[in-house]
T-cell receptor
Framework: RKEVEQDPGPFNVPEGATVAFNCTYS??????FFWYRQDCRKEPKLLMS???SGNEDGRFTAQLNRASQYISLLIRDSKLSDSATYLC????????????FGAGTRLFVKA | DAGITQSPRHKVTETGTPVTLRCHQTENHRYMYWYRQDPGHGLRLIHY???????DKGEVSDGYSVSRSKTEDFLLTLESATSSQTSVYFCAISGRQGIGTEAFFGQGTRLTVV
């Protein structure tokens, strides 16, 4: 079983739609949680960190559910520029701290 | 930008040859990582380092070795390249402000093994 699993999509949504991504992690030693965005043929970049209390950044809301071991990302009022791959990531404490990524979910926002 | 560079950016090599990829950072981050990215698999951790001369294996470490002789540099070596190692390789850094912080990525190296 993979440490971090995501629905690969793709998600095809119209502009203005609300879209939600989920990600599950299997290791209870996971300590920190993130969403990254990756544009085509580019490197991943941090979108936002994820906290148990939930956090919001403009149209983006991230949630963490430690009991069920999943994190989510909600994008409201989708824009064409939101088209990208979204990767969830966790930091595992297994002696050393290593960052493990999900396979990513591809989002296409259409006009 | 986080001050992380990968070299080379593109490389074509023949099966059976050794290949070394370099990751250089100027940000004094403690942790450095090597990932490969393939369609359908996302980013998979090859090896990582938590300090000079301190390294550990990731989930796809077979056929790869790493070295970190100083904070700034993390080298990934394919000891005898195979076609299955054709991929995009990303280096990442984290941990300047403590453990559990975001990772910053290099621009990637496209490696083709023919």
């Amino acid at each position: 079983r993979k440490e971090v699993e995501q629905d690969p999509g793709p998600f095809n949504v119209p502009e203005g739609a609300t879209v939600a991504f989920n990600c599950t992690y299997s290791n209870s030693a996971s300590q920190s949680f993130f969403w990254y965005r990756q544009d085509c043929r580019k490197e991943p970049k941090l979108l936002m960190s994820v906290y148990s209390s939930g956090n919001e950044d403009g149209r983006f809301t991230a949630q963490l559910n430690r009991a069920s071991q999943y994190i989510s990302l909600l994008i409201r009022d989708s824009k064409l520029s939101d088209s990208a791959t979204y990767l969830c990531a966790v930091i595992l404490n297994t002696g050393g701290f290593k960052t493990i990524f999900g396979a990513g979910t591809r989002l296409f926002v259409k006009a | 930008d986080a001050g992380i560079t990968q070299s080379p950016r593109h490389k074509v090599t023949e099966t059976g040859t050794p290949v070394t990829l370099r990751c250089h950072q100027t940000e004094n981050h403690r942790y450095m990582y090597w990932y490969r990215q393939d369609p359908g698999h996302g980013l998979r951790l090859i090896h990582y380092s938590y300090g000079v001369k301190d390294t550990d294996k990731g989930e796809v470490s077979d056929g790869y070795s790493v070295s970190r002789s100083k904070t700034e540099d993390f080298l990934l070596t394919l000891e005898s390249a195979t076609s299955s190692q054709t991929s995009v390789y990303f280096c990442a850094i984290s941990g300047r402000q403590g453990i559990g912080t975001e990772a910053f990525f290099g621009q990637g190296t496209r490696l083709t093994v023919v």
